[in-house]
T-cell receptor
Framework: GQQLNQSPQSMFIQEGEDVSMNCTSSSIFNTWLWYKQDPGEGPVLLIALYKAGELTSNGRLTAQFGITRKDSFLNISASIPSDVGIYFCAGPGGGADGLTFGKGTHLIIQP | GAGVSQSPRYKVAKRGQDVALRCDPISGHVSLFWYQQALGQGPEFLTYFQNEAQLDKSGLPSDRFFAERPEGSVSTLKIQRTQQEDSAVYLC????????????????FGPGTRLTVT
């Protein structure tokens, strides 16, 4: 199936810093999604991207659909403690109809 | 409005027992998905329903796994003769788009059921 590689695996940052993470795929995607998962909860959809080059924001979060269609980026500006969690990129490729996910980027914020 | 709910939230089973995990999707969502999430990994697709029809079960790891959605709303994932390797979080997701295309992939997840097989 599709392979999604996320980097970095984990990030230790100070509160107020900006965060950047990315996701690459082994093949072309037509849709990219970014989810956040808190401990003991299911993933929560943050941003969905449908067009190469598209840049979409959701509050302090901004995601981009790479022009090669094989990568996507998520940025978080001015991080706050509640941004802590695991961020997953996802795209079509889980079976014929489901999503395939990366392994996640674990964000840890030091006050 | 109410999101996706799953029950039980935690389940401990002895090896060889059968378990049943329930998912209540968001009202009106025609698509329903089950995923398995191992510790430290992203969710992995198991199966997909459109209304009551199971259209894709390619991700089910063995014939011990069975899912149903008889009336097109609530779904149950059943695992027979549980094994230790079945220990994971089982996530249910629902979506409102019935066909492929961008928005089809906007899936909304429940909190999951953490299954531990001893």
């Amino acid at each position: 199936g599709q392979q999604l590689n996320q980097s970095p695996q984990s990030m230790f940052i100070q509160e107020g810093e900006d965060v950047s993470m990315n996701c690459t795929s082994s093949s072309i995607f037509n849709t990219w999604l970014w989810y956040k998962q808190d401990p003991g909860e299911g993933p929560v959809l943050l941003i969905a991207l449908y067009k190469a080059g598209e840049l979409t924001s959701n509050g302090r979060l901004t995601a981009q659909f790479g022009i090669t269609r094989k990568d996507s980026f998520l940025n978080i500006s001015a991080s706050i403690p509640s941004d802590v969690g695991i961020y997953f990129c996802a795209g079509p490729g889980g079976g014929a109809d489901g999503l395939t996910f990366g392994k996640g980027t674990h964000l840890i914020i030091q006050p | 409005g109410a999101g996706v709910s799953q029950s039980p939230r935690y389940k401990v089973a002895k090896r060889g027992q059968d378990v049943a995990l329930r998912c209540d999707p968001i009202s009106g969502h025609v698509s329903l998905f089950w995923y398995q999430q191992a510790l430290g990994q992203g969710p992995e697709f198991l199966t997909y329903f459109q209304n009551e029809a199971q259209l894709d079960k390619s991700g089910l790891p063995s014939d011990r796994f069975f899912a149903e959605r008889p009336e097109g709303s609530v779904s149950t994932l059943k695992i027979q003769r549980t094994q230790q390797e079945d220990s994971a979080v089982y996530l249910c997701a629902s979506g409102f788009r019935p066909s492929t295309g961008g928005a089809f992939y906007e899936q909304y997840f429940g909190p999951g059921t953490r299954l531990t097989v001893t």
